[in-house]
């Protein structure tokens, strides 16, 4: 027996596989090894953001060290990326971020009805006021019959605008809806006045609200808890990397405690965040107290416990059958199935493909992160 062909065979072969493990993980994601000499493999992810009142502590988090402190805690690499809103989800659904921010709606009808299933492990706050119809000249809900109103269509103010022409005897045909890219709305509406009705989000409703005769007439307010904003990951990358939700959840709950207590790091926290929205602490805390935030792990696992969610959850779903956000070709609105961790679930059980999961959260609630 040839010693020394056998062993040049093993040592080909054993170069090949390891070849063929490092081509697979590129196919499953963003997720990937590195390693120096003489230090453990280290996984590295990507985590994509953008900039909401609601979403700022990820900023924070990043900045402070604290990100990395629970990154290094589970020998993990986690870079966050700024991006603006929608490019961000496309980057996630394209394979080009491991987890991503955004609310339930685009969780729905982007990721899942691209096929993407994803596990929104942590449900940071709901919107309360940050999201508004907002008219001038004293006009109402009612008055909107024939009138042209702006907004981001298909966007979460889509959304806004329809749940309020239902609930008040009116639909979506007895308006004359003007799409309009969200960087343009505001400085539009403010610099025509023929313009009586828009829709957007904050900080822009902050800003159209200072101009005299302008008032908000319905907002996240009235249907609180529907417009949700979560942390989603693809769940076979959490599936593979629990790790990253422990790390993703404790670094969270650490700037929730900061958010919500009174201590030094407190201020030092609302300036990173404020400078980072740009805007002022005083505007950043007014967008504050439009956002019920979840500053407590376990209100948020109860929440997730508990059958409101499948109850918000089902208007969303069926605004995204009836727009056809479901994907092309969907037949009905439980085209997409959703799981939720009380163990019911919406649409179709052989498709799920948005997970609600509060082990992380709970694990937060239980100090064993």
């Not at 207590?261 to 300036?271: D, H, V, Y």
């Not at 956000?325 to 085209?335: C, H, M």
């Amino acid at each position: 027996m040839n010693m020394k062909f056998n062993s040049t065979v093993l040592l080909v072969f054993a170069l090949l596989m390891a070849a063929c493990s490092a081509d697979k993980k590129q196919e499953e994601g963003t997720e990937a090894t590195t390693e120096a000499p003489g230090t453990e493999e280290k996984k590295k992810f990507t985590v994509a953001w953008s900039i909401y009142a609601g979403w700022q502590p990820w900023d924070y988090a990043d900045q402070s060290g604290i990100l990395k402190k629970w990154a290094d805690k589970y020998n993990l690499d986690i870079e966050l990326v700024k991006m603006d809103y929608i490019p961000s989800i496309e980057a996630y659904v394209a394979g080009q971020a491991d987890a991503c921010v955004m609310t339930n709606m685009e969780a729905l009808d982007m990721p899942a009805a691209s096929g993407v299933t994803s596990t929104a492990m942590i449900l940071g706050d709901y919107s309360n006021g940050n999201d508004a119809i907002l008219t001038r000249d004293g006009l109402g809900l009612a008055d909107l019959k024939g009138k042209e109103i702006n907004l981001v269509e298909m966007s979460v103010s889509h959304y806004l605008l329809s749940r309020a022409l239902e609930m008040n005897g009116l639909r979506e045909e007895d308006v004359n809806i003007v799409n309009t890219g969200d960087s343009d709305i505001a400085p539009a509406f403010i610099a025509n006045t023929d313009q009586k009705a828009v829709v957007t989000w904050n900080p822009l409703v902050m800003e159209i609200k200072k101009e005299t005769g302008v008032s908000s007439i319905f907002s996240s307010a009235d249907i609180p808890e529907e417009v949700m904003d979560l942390m989603l990951v693809k769940t076979k990358v959490l599936e593979k990397s629990p790790e990253l939700g422990k790390a993703l959840a404790g670094a969270w709950y650490e700037v929730m405690h900061i958010m919500s207590s009174e201590e030094e790091k407190t201020a030092e926290a609302m300036t990173i965040m404020s400078e980072s929205a740009g805007c002022t602490v005083e505007e950043y805390k007014e967008q504050l107290n439009t956002t019920a935030m979840f500053y407590d792990a376990q209100k948020a696992v109860d929440y997730y416990q508990g059958n409101t969610i499948t109850e918000k959850m089902d208007y969303v779903r069926k605004f995204c059958f009836e727009h056809g956000l479901l994907g092309e070709g969907a037949q009905s609105v439980d085209e997409i199935g959703i799981r939720y961790p009380n163990g019911s679930t919406q649409g179709d059980e052989s498709n799920i493909q948005l997970i609600f999961d509060a082990t992380y959260m709970e694990m937060a609630a239980k100090n064993t992160l």
